[in-house]
């Protein structure tokens, strides 16, 4: 029997009204790729992570977890996990990924930042105010939470003096760039790729772009790994 | 089975903004293009929308959070139904109202 549905979103929602983020990390962890490149703190544009790969191990772990607990007589008790979560930070406890797990994921944003450094970009990071977007909660329709959270982390970005954001995924560039805007009156913040950013620059690639293509992948779905199909136990049906 | 029709569950989801799931023509393009293959999703799941079946979109509350929201069913839709945001719109109705 898997864990109650309500349940596990009502902790994620929880998460991001109580702590900033559905799956709360320490500041230290969500900033430690950026230790050794010395970028300035703040400024007009920054790279925006909204900590999405850096969350990427922690999240894999939950969903192993969830899978354990799913099987178990444990699974009867999500409600009491979700109330018990409102006090102590239950995410903070039982995912702990490794540091090997952690630093294959920093790796990414660490290397934007030295693309975009390499491309002649001016940019600062925010660091502990580096937030997450709020993307998965929106797609799991938490809206009330995710405008809570817009309107703290619009605040954030006028007290910084943001005027323009780098992002390095897809889900809090869309969050950014579509889904602020409509829910908070007056965000008018630049958004845009990293991708973007690059591509505006003009650069040239310094090995031909022949042979086997290689390709971005974003974190669309953290957490999820194979065919969708088969990961759901699905094959394609007639219409 | 014979169905009354109520329209108070679409007036509800249609109330709060962009949700569009009337203009499905349930041509099936939709599940045929689905990366998980959920039968269910999302043209059965429209019917029962404009139907007024809440409890039958209560009983496929696992099939509505299973959805990527890749939007695969939406580039192909010719409709042009907005079919991620109506799923959304969907969970946000099930995590208030439908519970």
């Given at each position: 029997?898997?864990?109650?549905?309500?349940?596990?979103v009502?902790?994620?929602e929880?998460?991001?009204?109580?702590?900033?983020?559905?799956?709360?990390?320490?500041?230290?962890?969500?900033?430690?790729?950026?230790?050794?490149?010395?970028?300035?703190?703040?400024?007009?544009?920054?790279?925006?992570?909204?900590?999405?790969y850096?969350?990427?191990?922690?999240?894999?772990?939950?969903?192993?977890l969830?899978?354990?607990?799913?099987?178990?007589?444990?699974?009867?008790?999500?409600?009491?996990?979700?109330?018990?979560?409102?006090?102590?930070?239950?995410?903070?406890?039982?995912?702990?990924?490794?540091a090997?797990?952690?630093?294959?994921?920093?790796?990414?944003?660490?290397?934007?930042?030295?693309?975009?450094?390499?491309?002649?970009?001016?940019?600062?990071?925010?660091?502990?105010?580096?937030?997450?977007?709020?993307?998965?909660?929106?797609?799991?329709?938490?809206?009330?939470?995710?405008?809570?959270?817009?309107?703290?982390?619009?605040?954030?970005?006028?007290?910084h003096g943001?005027?323009?954001?780098?992002?390095?995924?897809?889900h809090?560039?869309?969050?950014?760039?579509?889904?602020?805007?409509?829910?908070?009156?007056?965000?008018?913040?630049?958004?845009?790729?990293?991708?973007?950013?690059?591509?505006?620059?003009?650069?040239?690639?310094?090995?031909?772009?022949?042979?086997?293509?290689?390709?971005?992948?974003?974190?669309?779905?953290?957490?999820?790994?194979?065919?969708?199909?088969?990961?759901?136990?699905?094959?394609?049906?007639?219409? | 089975?014979?169905?009354?029709?109520?329209?108070?569950?679409?007036?509800?989801?249609?109330?709060?903004?962009?949700?569009?799931?009337?203009?499905?023509?349930?041509?099936?393009?939709?599940?045929a293009?689905?990366p998980?293959?959920?039968?269910?999703?999302?043209?059965?799941?429209?019917?029962?929308?404009?139907l007024?079946?809440?409890?039958?979109?209560?009983?496929?509350?696992?099939?509505?959070?299973?959805?990527?929201?890749?939007?695969?069913?939406?580039?192909?839709?010719?409709?042009?139904?907005?079919?991620?945001?109506?799923?959304?719109?969907?969970?946000?109705?099930?995590?208030t109202?439908?519970?």
């Amino acid at each position: 029997m898997p864990l109650a549905l309500a349940d596990v979103v009502g902790i994620l929602e929880d998460n991001l009204r109580r702590r900033g983020s559905v799956v709360p990390i320490p500041a230290r962890r969500a900033t430690r790729w950026a230790r050794d490149l010395g970028i300035r703190r703040g400024g007009q544009t920054v790279l925006y992570t909204g900590q999405i790969y850096q969350l990427i191990p922690y999240i894999e772990r939950l969903v192993r977890l969830e899978q354990r607990i799913g099987d178990s007589p444990l699974a009867r008790l999500g409600g009491l996990a979700r109330r018990a979560n409102r006090l102590v930070d239950g995410v903070g406890l039982v995912a702990r990924p490794s540091a090997a797990e952690r630093r294959e994921y920093d790796r990414v944003p660490a290397n934007v930042a030295r693309l975009l450094r390499g491309a002649g970009v001016d940019f600062g990071y925010l660091y502990e105010d580096d937030l997450y977007s709020g993307a998965l909660a929106y797609d799991l329709g938490a809206d009330e939470a995710v405008a809570a959270h817009a309107r703290r982390v619009a605040r954030i970005l006028r007290e910084h003096g943001v005027r323009e954001l780098i992002t390095i995924d897809p889900h809090t560039t869309t969050m950014l760039r579509t889904v602020y805007p409509r829910l908070l009156e007056g965000f008018e913040v630049r958004v845009r790729s990293y991708l973007e950013v690059l591509a505006e620059c003009g650069l040239r690639a310094a090995a031909p772009l022949t042979g086997e293509w290689s390709s971005t992948t974003p974190a669309c779905t953290p957490g999820t790994r194979g065919s969708p199909r088969s990961r759901a136990g699905c094959s394609p049906r007639p219409v | 089975m014979s169905t009354l029709v109520n329209s108070r569950l679409l007036r509800s989801l249609t109330a709060a903004g962009s949700f569009d799931a009337q203009a499905c023509m349930n041509c099936g393009v939709c599940s045929a293009t689905c990366p998980l293959g959920v039968d269910l999703m999302p043209r059965r799941l429209f019917r029962y929308v404009v139907l007024g079946l809440d409890d039958r979109v209560v009983a496929a509350r696992d099939a509505v959070f299973s959805c990527l929201l890749c939007r695969a069913c939406e580039a192909s839709c010719p409709s042009g139904v907005h079919i991620s945001e109506n799923v959304r719109e969907l969970r946000r109705w099930l995590l208030t109202e439908g519970s």
